[in-house]
Structure formats: C-alpha cells, structure tokens
C-alpha cells in the first residue's frame, strides 16, 4: 500500500495537525503534547464535520508525540467522540500508538472499553502498519 501523503490539511495547531490522505481516502489526526478539554473538542469538531462532508469512512490517530489524556478527556473521547466518528460514517479507526509506556496504557484503556456499532478500532505502531489495515 501506499504511504500517508498530506493532500488538504484541515487544522494545524501546536496540539493537532488534521489532513486528509486523498490518495488512501483517509482523514488523519497527529495529537501532540497534553490536550487541554477545548483543544481535544476542536480537533474532533474539525474530524467529524470534514468526515460528514467529505463522506470519509477511515480513521488514523496518530498518538506518537500525544502525553497522557485526562481520565475526563478519556471519558468524553468514549463517551461523545468515538460514538460521534460511527454516527458520521467511520467505519475503522487505526490509532498509531507512542512509545511512552503510559501514554500507550491509556489508549488501551480507551479502545479495550469501547465498543461502537460497526466501527472497528486497532492499534499499531507505524503509519505502513495502520494504513495497511485501514486499506484490507
């Protein structure tokens, strides 16, 4: 499969960088740093709204430079996010996990609690690797 290229970057922030893979037919969410609650809600009003618009079914969040999410954050991403990313049309959501043993514990928590209609959620820990899954 083909590398992750940015053709329409929709958000650039020091928090989120949000583009779209046209090629891949892929929206992309690279988190950075501690996510303050309003920063995590405009990344993921900028990811709904263009996945709605844009009729995007696949998903790659990149949590290689994201720090530890609050346990609120955690509980609003599984409570109003994820839930919101099946409503608009995601079907498979591949989370590109960091090193950091803490920050990986906490994406586990989250997708190992969640269960969203027909979307589907894997982690990996390169680009090739979710855009291979995103891809199948």
Not at 19 to 28: A, G, H, L, P, R
Not at 58 to 84: F, I, M, W, Y
Request: hydrophobic share 40%.
């Amino acid at each position: 499969m083909s590398e992750l290229v940015t053709s329409t970057t929709l958000l650039d922030e020091t928090y989120v960088e949000i583009f779209i893979d046209s090629e891949n037919k892929v929206i992309v969410a690279r988190w950075k740093g501690f996510l303050k609650s309003d920063q995590m809600e405009k990344g993921m009003n900028t990811l709904i709204n263009n996945i709605s618009k844009k009729g995007i079914t696949k998903h790659l969040s990149d949590h290689t430079e994201l720090k530890v999410l609050s346990s609120d954050l955690q509980k609003r991403l599984v409570e109003d996010g994820l839930p919101a990313f099946e409503r608009v049309g995601i079907t498979k959501l591949a989370v590109k996990t960091a090193d950091d043993i803490f920050a990986v514990a906490t994406v586990e928590k989250v997708n190992n609690t969640t269960q969203i209609g027909k979307m589907t959620i894997k982690s990996f820990n390169t680009d090739q690797q979710c855009l291979d899954w995103l891809n199948e």
